[in-house]
């Protein structure tokens, strides 16, 4: 494995530090304050960004072209009049200028960002320029109401079956006590990155060269646990590692672990979307209404999925009921499926498996509902 040094690769960018992707959009700088420009450019540079710098105003082309626009607030004065567009801010140091908000308005900027307090957020909105940041991945967690409800399954089945739709797919392992993901997938020896390779990932890590880092397993990537003794990451790096993720677009597959702990929540915030996997019956049901208390606190929305009907076990409808969780569905006990992981097929493989036709069908209606064509 890699290490830290991979980790702190994956925050500069990519090889190259402070190299943008070929085609990348370059920034622009409008400044005469040297000190000033001096920052700029240590914030581009941290973001991945090469930057065109300016004095003054530029041709319309160039203004209307850069895909951001900062204006030192030294020189607000020598852009009024310019067009109008997305993507500028008025960026200087002065906290307490009555008048900034003023100039801002004058120039038509998005906001106004006062340095050093600012420098996170502007280095957040330089990387998505050098990553052409659009739409977010939808991001579907799975957990299980019980132990052995089959969320691990499911999760691989749902990330398989995106990927087999053609989706940009990343499946990650959010349970460092389940065994690994890589391994349900039939990868452990694949090579690439693991989770404790981002232990000490700071700030914002870069999306491309995350997704390239990871190991690629039935066309999609899968970030999992390796085989060590470390069984947590901290928080920050959590939540980097999944905002990432989420910022290449496509579909991202977490499977969560049965506690929700401070690097479990940062995970369950970025989620639009949490699968609650919940045998057909009652004591199965008793346990999964805890983890859907601790789930519920931060989650925006959460459904249960209901595996299987045990004899004289409750149906998909009463399952939901009793827990209060509007029902996402009901997956049928697939016999066999344990043998075939078993010899390296993951759950999912098989298009026409009961399995499958539920991923499959499950995707088509939640990309329809966040406006994604199918």
């Known amino acids: 494995m890699a290490g830290s ?3 702190e690769l994956l925050e500069r960018g990519g090889p190259g530090g402070g190299v943008p992707q070929p085609g990348a959009g370059r920034p622009l700088i409008i400044t005469e304050d040297p000190a000033l420009l001096d920052d700029l450019l240590r914030l581009c540079a941290a973001a991945g960004a090469r930057a065109h710098v300016r004095h003054a105003m530029p041709e319309h082309s160039g203004w209307e072209s850069a895909p951001l626009v900062l204006v030192g607030d030294d020189a607000a004065r020598r852009v009024r009049g310019a067009p109008r567009r997305d993507g500028v801010f008025l960026v200087g140091r002065e906290p307490d200028d009555p008048l900034v908000w003023q100039r801002a308005v004058e120039i038509g900027a998005e ?7 600012a420098e996170a957020r502007l280095v957040d909105r330089l990387a998505d320029v050098v990553e ?3 739409r977010p991945a939808l991001t579907v967690g799975v957990i299980g109401g019980s132990g052995g409800a089959g969320a691990s399954t499911l999760a691989c089945a749902l990330a398989v079956t995106a990927a087999r739709s053609g989706e940009r ?4 392992d959010g349970d460092p006590l389940g065994g690994g993901m890589d391994v349900l997938l039939g990868g452990e020896g694949a090579e690439g990155l693991r989770w404790p390779d981002f232990a000490r990932s700071r700030g914002r890590v870069a999306a491309g060269a995350l997704e390239e880092s990871l190991p690629e397993l039935h066309a999609l990537r899968v970030l999992s646990w390796d085989r060590g003794e470390r069984v947590a990451v901290p928080p920050a790096a959590v939540r980097s590692v999944v905002a990432a993720a989420r910022r290449r677009g496509g579909v991202v597959v977490v499977d969560l672990p049965r506690r929700v702990d401070e690097a479990v929540a940062e995970v369950l915030a970025q989620l639009d979307l949490v699968l609650m996997v919940v045998p057909g019956e009652l004591r199965s049901v008793a346990a999964a209404a805890r983890v859907a208390a601790g789930v519920r606190m931060v989650a925006r929305d959460v459904r249960v999925v209901v595996r299987g009907r045990c004899p004289g076990g409750l149906d998909a409808e009463a399952v939901a009921g009793l827990l209060r969780v509007p029902l996402a569905g009901e997956v049928p006990l697939e016999v066999g499926l344990p043998g075939r992981v078993a010899e390296g097929e993951p759950p999912g493989s098989s298009a026409r498996s ?8 499950f995707w088509q209606r939640a990309l329809a509902a966040q406006g994604v064509p199918a």
């Open 111 to 117: 906001q106004v960002l006062r340095l050093p307090d």
């Open 132 to 134: 052409g940041a659009g």
């Open 5 to 7: 040094k991979s980790s």
């Open 169 to 172: 797919t990343i499946l990650i």
């Open 354 to 361: 009961a399995l499958a036709r539920f991923c499959a069908g």
